[in-house]
C-alpha cells in the first residue's frame, strides 16, 4: 500500500512560479508511473502531468506543455511538478497519482492519491 502527501501550494501572481512536491511512502515508489492532476470548483478532474516509472519518460497536457515540467527523485520517494508562468486557469485543487498501468491520461487507471494541495493564481 502507497500513501501520497502533496505539498508546495498557495497563492501566487499571474506569471509566477510553484514547485508542487509529492512524498511516497513505501519502497516499491521506483515501479510505479507517478501522474498530476487537478480539479477546479465544478469542474471534472483534468489529467496535467505524468512521468513513467522505467525510462523516466514525460507526459503533460496541452494546456501546460512548455510552462510545467515533472520530475522525480525515487531516492527520496518524491514527485515534483515545476509550475512556471501560472495563468489564472492554472487554479484548482492538485493531487498526485501513482499507478502501474499504461493508460497514464486516465484517472481510473490510478490506484493511489494524496489529499491535493491548493493552487490559486490571481489576476
Known amino acids: 500500500q502507497v500513501q501520497l502527501v502533496e505539498s508546495g501550494g498557495g497563492l501566487v501572481q499571474a506569471g509566477g512560479s510553484l514547485r508542487l512536491s509529492c512524498a511516497a511512502s513505501?519502497?516499491?515508489?521506483?515501479?510505479?508511473?507517478m501522474g498530476w492532476f487537478r480539479q477546479a470548483p465544478g469542474k471534472d478532474r483534468e489529467f496535467v502531468s505524468a512521468?513513467?516509472?522505467?525510462?523516466?519518460?514525460?507526459h503533460y497536457a496541452d494546456s501546460v506543455k512548455g510552462r510545467f515540467g515533472i520530475s522525480r527523485d525515487n531516492a527520496k520517494n518524491t514527485v515534483y511538478l515545476q509550475m512556471n508562468s501560472l495563468k489564472p486557469d492554472d487554479t484548482a485543487v492538485y493531487y498526485c497519482?501513482?499507478?502501474?498501468?499504461?493508460?497514464?491520461?486516465?484517472?481510473?487507471?490510478?490506484?493511489?492519491w494524496g489529499q491535493g494541495t491548493q493552487v490559486t493564481v490571481s489576476s
Open positions: 497519482a501513482g499507478t502501474r498501468g499504461t493508460k497514464v491520461f486516465t484517472t481510473s487507471e490510478y490506484d493511489y
Open positions: 513505501g519502497r516499491t515508489f521506483s515501479s510505479y508511473t
Open positions: 512521468i513513467s516509472w522505467n525510462v523516466y519518460s514525460t
